[in-house]
């Protein structure tokens, strides 16, 4: 009883950041991304009744400390008394270094899950699914852009645009690639405990959220940039406010978001966002990607840049 499947990473445009119900991890906000084409991971599930114990091997490694997390998805995918598992994941990018690897970690393991329990799920439901694992994990189930809507008792995901409507271009640079000091989960309990403008942030996200949307169906590109800019940095403002602060940034953040500014002066169509880390995705046109690239190469702490389309949603893969 085994499955493969294979999913991209998603870049938010405007954040999820901030939990309503940590039990059932449902977000504060609802969110806006694009799905990658050219990052993913490949997540292999095999159930087997002989095993004692499920077991995770990520890029050919052990890697026990990741294991608690799968095992608690894989009982809610497949029950708890299913049978153990054994897990290996393939991921071509750098893991948990904000680049959102835990999101197409999360959605391949569900959907490769449930193929494996032999179960008949529809996307929304496998969206929930890697949802109650990482809330941003339910957007990967989708490719294009993707809308995460917080509903009442749970999250509706939709696909707000496909990526042959418009075709933008990602180029992430990656200033560190350790994994991060504070992960994501814990920096927004920081937020809502002791930030005092995450009420502000929460009031605000329907706005932003609406803007993008408008943007998007518009395909008008300095409209989303725009949005998406001032979402970013409101968010990353709510961190370095909380007590403690959580600062992701390090210097060559800074110096990236100096090249974007730089390229925009000069009349290319980019523009930044950054999540739960110090890396700076830059969103672009199609025309504007290797000059964006360049730049952000050249940028001093920059260790590499990785560019990628806008890709499709998880899927299983087949192999013999
Ligand atoms: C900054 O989805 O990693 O990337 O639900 O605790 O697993 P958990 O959080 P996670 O948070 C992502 C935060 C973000 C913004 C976003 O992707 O929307």
Redesign the pocket.
């Known amino acids: 009883m085994g499955a493969i499947a294979r999913a991209r990473p998603?870049?938010?445009l405007i954040?999820?950041?901030g939990?309503r119900d940590r039990d059932r991890?449902l977000?504060a906000v609802g969110?806006i991304?694009i799905t990658l084409e050219d990052l993913y991971t490949e997540m292999a599930v095999e159930f087997d009744a002989d095993l004692a114990e499920d077991s995770l091997v990520v890029n050919d490694e052990d890697s026990p400390g990741l294991l608690p997390r799968i095992s608690r998805s894989l009982d809610a995918v497949a029950g708890n008394s299913r049978p153990r598992a054994r897990v290996r994941s393939e991921c071509n990018f750098p893991i948990a270094a904000?680049l959102?690897s835990?999101?197409s970690a999360f959605a391949a393991l569900v959907v490769a899950a449930s193929a494996a329990a032999g179960r008949d799920r529809s996307v929304a439901e496998l969206a929930s699914l890697a949802?109650f694992?990482?809330?941003?994990?339910a957007?990967s189930l989708y490719g294009g852009f993707v809308e995460l809507r917080n509903g009442d008792d749970d999250i509706a995901v939709e696909s707000l645009a496909d990526a042959a409507d418009w075709p933008l271009r990602v180029i992430a640079a990656v200033t560190a690639s350790a994994p991060k000091p504070v992960?994501?989960?814990e920096a927004?309990e920081i937020s809502r405990r002791a930030s005092p403008f995450y009420r502000r942030w929460l009031d605000e996200q329907p706005a932003d959220l609406e803007l993008a949307r408008s943007a998007i169906a518009a395909r008008d590109f300095s409209k989303l940039a725009d949005v998406a800019e001032h979402n970013c940095l409101k968010?990353h403002s709510v961190m370095w406010a909380s007590r403690p602060p959580v600062v992701y940034w390090n210097a060559a953040t800074l110096s990236c978001l100096q090249t974007v500014r730089d390229l925009q002066s000069r009349g290319h169509g980019v523009f930044f966002t950054i999540?739960?880390g110090p890396q700076v995705k830059a969103v672009c046109l199609q025309g504007a990607a290797a000059e964006v690239a360049d730049a952000l190469a050249q940028t001093p702490g920059v260790e590499s840049v990785l560019a990628s389309g806008i890709g499709a949603g998880a899927a299983l893969v087949d192999k013999p």
């Open positions: 998603n870049i938010a954040k999820y950041w939990k991890n977000p969110s991304s904000g959102a835990s999101a949802g694992a990482s809330g941003s994990a957007r992960s994501s989960g927004m968010m999540d739960a």
